[in-house]
């Protein structure tokens, strides 16, 4: 996707049904002549891939937009550590190429419901991306609930974790009875993925 977006300006690929990511490369010279920036091609590669992923226009889309933020959000993996070449990276870093992960609500609360949980949308109307202080979805079941917060989605939506694996990791927290007040969901061993 991040080769096609240097050729193409844009690019998108269908994460799976109902999840989209569109990257722009500010750097590719498909962009150059272009009076807005590439906006008009951004917008209809977008909306190309959420009407083959079956999204359409809805307003519960859950949509995180990945630019160099390890300052403001320490939990997101640094774009260096990432598994690219130090030229992908450096302009990542520097917001010259960016991607956004796009999903939409009722895959995700598919997934919770598919575990047992009942769930609430608590998504403002909008399209925005998403605010990572908003409350995203209250999520039940009969040991509780838990309420899942904008800053928590980064995690599945820029890093592209497994919807049943993330679910399940939270139905284990109920089993185990955990009372914490408010957490980050990690993966054992996940420092050593990163190195």
Not at 28 to 46: F, H, K
Not at 81 to 97: G, Q, S
């Amino acid at each position: 996707m991040l080769a096609a977006a240097d050729e193409d300006g844009v690019s998108a690929i269908r994460v799976g049904p109902q999840w989209v990511q569109v990257a722009s490369a500010l750097t590719s010279p498909a962009l150059a002549n272009q009076d807005d920036g590439g906006n008009a091609i951004w917008v209809a590669t977008r909306d190309h891939a959420f009407a083959k992923a079956s999204m359409g226009d809805r307003l519960t889309n859950l949509r995180g937009l990945r630019l160099d933020q390890a300052d403001a959000f320490p939990m997101l993996a640094p774009f260096t550590i990432y598994p690219f070449d130090p030229w992908t990276c450096a302009r990542l870093t520097c917001d010259l190429l960016t991607f956004e992960s796009t999903l939409a609500w009722d895959r995700l609360s598919n997934a919770f419901v598919s575990q047992g949980f009942e769930t609430e949308c608590l998504l403002p109307n909008s399209n925005d991306p998403l605010d990572w202080s908003v409350s995203v979805m209250t999520a039940r079941r009969k040991e509780g609930a838990v309420t899942l917060h904008g800053v928590g989605m980064s995690q599945i939506l820029l890093e592209l974790v497994d919807l049943r694996t993330y679910v399940l990791g939270i139905r284990e927290l109920f089993s185990r009875k955990l009372q914490a007040p408010s957490g980050v969901l990690v993966f054992a061993n996940e420092r050593t993925q990163w190195k």
